[in-house]
């Protein structure tokens, strides 16, 4: 069964770095998102991607936060000067056609900013 | 802004017992409603998608039910197993956008 895949599945990063958190989307998808969760929050939203371009953005998504569609793969999530307080778990989710289909989630990399 | 609501927060039951799970949302101008499973440290694997023209849908012992004018949805699990335990977490995905909006939560323990 397609799934969506997500790399590395946990990294640890010193406050200030840059990281990079890699996914591969189903193939035919064509909308692509990231959400975070917060240790004992809820998962919130932080943007959406389709047609090469972010279509939605959250509040969180500062201009710390970068995301690209390198290739026909992979899409990623960077984050430029990292906090302490970006320590959470990432998942990466896509859809076929958008809000009226079914998102399918990676299972996550849990990002620990020390 | 859609809030969605996820009672109770957690829920202890003995293996065998059915599990009703709630969720509540305040817009009802939804696409549909998506219910998942949550192992501790791990992923969001998708157990259930309402479409919001439909009232219900099942998948073996699970059937979840969407009342969009109350802004309500329920979880059923039948006959509970131990392999049961986890949290589900409820989103709505709401019409003006391409968005989920998460209920925090139930956290469920299947007692053998």
């Known amino acids: 069964e397609p799934e969506v895949t997500q790399t590395p599945s946990h990294q640890v990063t010193q406050m200030g770095q840059e990281v990079i958190l890699r996914c591969v989307p189903i193939s035919n998808h064509l909308y692509f998102y990231w959400y975070r969760q917060i240790l004992g929050q809820k998962v919130e939203f932080l943007v959406s991607?389709?047609?090469?371009?972010?279509?939605?953005k959250s509040e969180i998504f500062d201009d710390q936060f970068s995301v690209e569609r390198p290739d026909g793969s992979n899409f990623t999530l960077k984050i430029r000067s990292t906090k302490l307080e970006d320590s959470a778990m990432y998942f990466c989710a896509s859809s076929l056609t958008g809000g009226d289909t079914e998102a399918f989630f990676g299972q996550g990399t849990r990002l620990t900013v020390v | 802004k859609q809030e969605v609501t996820q009672i109770p927060a957690a829920l202890s039951v003995p293996e065998g017992e059915n599990l009703v799970l709630n969720c509540s949302f305040t817009d009802s101008a939804i696409y549909n409603l998506q219910w998942f499973r949550q192992d501790p440290g791990k992923g969001l694997t998708s157990l259930l998608l309402i479409q919001s023209s439909q009232r219900e849908q099942t998948s073996g012992r699970l059937n979840a039910s969407l009342d969009k004018s109350s802004g309500r949805s329920t979880l059923y699990i039948a006959a509970s197993q131990p392999g049961d335990s986890a949290t589900y977490l409820c989103?709505?995905?709401?019409?003006?956008?391409?968005?989920?909006?998460f209920g925090a939560g139930t956290t469920v323990t299947v007692r053998a």
């Open positions: 991607f389709y047609n090469n371009e972010i279509s939605e």
């Open positions: 989103a709505v995905n709401p019409r003006d956008d391409y968005k989920l909006s």
